[in-house]
C-alpha cells in the first residue's frame, strides 16, 4: 500500500510475488516493519536520527490505528506515545516506565500483547535491535531510502532481501530525495 498522494518524479509497481494466504507469523496478524534508512544503510548515529526529511506524512498515516512496536531508544526519544496508535516498547529493563506506552521485555510478549488488540495488522518501527529481532516475523516492510549517505553507527539489516521481494517503489522529492519501497516476504 504505498502513499495516496505521490509527490514524487515517478513510480513503477513491480509484478506482485505469490504469495501463500495463510501468514506464517506467530501472532497470525500482518507484521509490517516501517524503516526509514540512508543510502549506505544507516538509520541512526549515536542514539539519533541524522537527518530531517519533509513530505512524509503520506507515509507516516500507514500505522494510523494500529498497534506499533519500537525499542526503548526509539520510544525514549518521542515527546509522548504516536497518536491514533497503541504504543509497544521493548526494553531489557524491567524498571522501564514511560507514560502511554506499554512496556515489555522481550518481542514474543510485545507481539502476542499487539495481537490481543483485535487488529489485522501492526507495525514495527525499530531501531535497530528491533528490526533484526522483527524481522522473521514481518510479512510486509515500507522502506524508505534517501537517495543520500549519512554518518552512523546503527544500520538497517543487510540480508533483509534474501527473504522479500519489491513489489513497489515510488521516488519523491523533498529537501531529501528519497524512494519509499514496498517488499514482501516470499513463502514456500
Not at 497470525?28 to 537527518?51: D, F, H, S
Not at 530531517?52 to 498497534?67: A, F, Q
Request: proline share 5%; glycine share 8%.
Amino acid at each position: 500500500m504505498p502513499p495516496s498522494r505521490p509527490h514524487g518524479l515517478y513510480a513503477f509497481t513491480m509484478p506482485r510475488v505469490p504469495l501463500i494466504a495463510v501468514t506464517p507469523n506467530k501472532a497470525k496478524m500482518r507484521v509490517y516493519l516501517k524503516a526509514c534508512r540512508a543510502q549506505n544503510g544507516t538509520i541512526g548515529n549515536k542514539g539519533e536520527i541524522p537527518w530531517y526529511v519533509k513530505n512524509t506524512e503520506d507515509i507516516e498515516e500507514l500505522s494510523v490505528g494500529c498497534p506499533v512496536i519500537m525499542g526503548r531508544r526509539t520510544g525514549g526519544k518521542l515527546m509522548g506515545p504516536l497518536s491514533n496508535r497503541v504504543n509497544i516498547l521493548i526494553t531489557s529493563d524491567k524498571n522501564y516506565k514511560k507514560e502511554g506506552f506499554h512496556i515489555f521485555n522481550d518481542s514474543d510478549s510485545a507481539l502476542d500483547f499487539a495481537k490481543s488488540q483485535k487488529n489485522d495488522k501492526c507495525f514495527v518501527l525499530g531501531g535497530g535491535s528491533i528490526f533484526r529481532q522483527f524481522l522473521n516475523y514481518t510479512d510486509t516492510i515500507y522502506l524508505t531510502t534517501l537517495l543520500a549517505d549519512f554518518e552512523g553507527d546503527t544500520f538497517f539489516p543487510k540480508d533483509f532481501a534474501e527473504k522479500f521481494a519489491k513489489t513497489n517503489s515510488v521516488m519523491y522529492n523533498s529537501n531529501i530525495d528519497f524512494i519509499f519501497e514496498t517488499y514482501e516476504r516470499y513463502y514456500d
